[in-house]
């Protein structure tokens, strides 16, 4: 069973700029995929999906349970918000339950 959230991010520039970013980023330590729309990054506790689509940034975050869901938005969040200093952005995770 896996507990899901995610969250919508509005961008002035393009969602793939922060896809990379944080692709990139985690790449450093974790077995991370990605193309300019679309990554994966697989974290020990879940795994985060990322989708650019214009000035769009979809993240999914999956995990085993609900301390380690809010564990994974945390680090995703505070990383995405490092990158994207000059922009605010609001990141909002709209959880979703859980999936088996």
């Not at 995929?33 to 974290?43: A, K, M, Q, Y």
Request: with cysteine; hydrophobic share 40%.
């Amino acid at each position: 069973m896996s507990h899901v959230s995610h969250a919508h991010i509005e961008t002035e520039r393009p969602g793939g700029r922060y896809l990379q970013q944080l692709c990139k980023h985690f790449a450093h330590k974790l077995p991370v995929e990605f193309t300019p729309d679309l990554g994966r990054i697989s974290f020990p506790t879940g795994v985060c999906y990322l989708a650019a689509e214009g000035s769009m940034l979809r993240l999914n975050v999956l995990a085993r349970n609900e301390m380690e869901l809010v564990q994974l938005e945390d680090v995703v969040a505070r990383h995405l918000e490092r990158f994207a200093f000059r922009e605010p952005l609001a990141i909002q995770w709209v959880r979703t339950g859980a999936e088996r």
